[in-house]
């Protein structure tokens, strides 16, 4: 059943009388997030919590950025409520992605005014492995597919640039391990005039105003022996983010978006 919004008008002439206006609420906005580990949300699997935990990709802590109150400020959200429904997978590139039939799972479920925020090139750039990587233009090919199918459900595609790493630091910045899939993704949302939020650069300036030595401990999965259940030996991983570097980047997306016209 459609929910609707009455206005209620009282006039006073010759009597008073009561007029009643109807008007249709704009419906759910769905926000696919199609992409990999480092905007995957963990908690979908079984025993995150003592198997995985403190894992946790951005997307997987989106929703509480797109409320009712902030998403008023988002003009790509056509709606009064919008839903995060994150897609992302760990080690996919957009190839496998494709291949897996992730996509097609998505592109079936879209709707009108649904949004498709797309992350990949982590696991496209992997040379060394051939099970997932996808050269570059190969990864302009499939970026173009995604926002050419989001378009032709009636959706809104946003192409982001990878995430940054924890890693190639100089002069207090750290550098860009994304290279030409960084640029490759420009060029496809140029090419089609599709939105970009470039995250690549907003997450390294993000990383750089923290600093190194703090987001190496509180932003990435660089965890000492003996501290969380998953991790008994302990971890150092400059790619996947702990809940508070998570948040930080779902954030930076956040921001970014409110300034998408």
Do not use: C
Not at 170 to 191: F, N
């Amino acid at each position: 059943m459609k929910r609707t919004i009455k206005l209620f008008l009282l006039f006073a002439f010759s009597g008073s009388f009561l007029l009643s206006f109807s008007f249709p609420a704009k419906p759910p906005v769905t926000v696919y997030l199609i992409g990999d580990s480092t905007m995957a949300d963990y908690s979908l699997e079984s025993d995150y919590m003592t198997r995985r935990y403190p894992i946790t990709g951005w997307g997987q802590v989106f929703q509480p950025f797109l409320n009712r109150e902030n998403i008023r400020h988002i003009a790509v959200i056509r709606g009064d409520s919008a839903f995060v429904d994150d897609r992302a997978k760990g080690g996919r590139s957009t190839r496998t992605f494709f291949e897996e039939g992730r996509w097609s799972s998505v592109y079936k479920d879209l709707h009108k005014n649904d949004l498709v925020i797309m992350q990949f090139g982590h696991n496209d750039a992997a040379v060394n492995k051939p099970e997932r990587y996808v050269n570059v233009a190969g990864y302009k090919e499939y970026l173009r597919l995604y926002i050419n199918q989001t378009r032709e459900k009636g959706g809104i595609p946003i192409v982001l640039t990878p995430v940054a790493r924890n890693a190639r630091w100089a002069d207090g910045h750290p550098g860009d391990v994304h290279g030409e899939y960084a640029q490759a993704a420009k060029d496809v949302a140029g090419e089609l005039n599709a939105y970009l939020i470039d995250l690549n650069q907003l997450s390294m300036d993000a990383l750089a105003e923290k600093g190194q030595e703090y987001v190496t401990e509180h932003y990435f999965m660089n965890l000492p022996a003996g501290e969380y259940e998953a991790y008994p030996a302990g971890q150092k991983d400059n790619t996947h983010f702990q809940p508070e570097g998570a948040r930080a980047m779902a954030g930076l997306v956040y921001e970014a978006m409110r300034l998408l016209k």
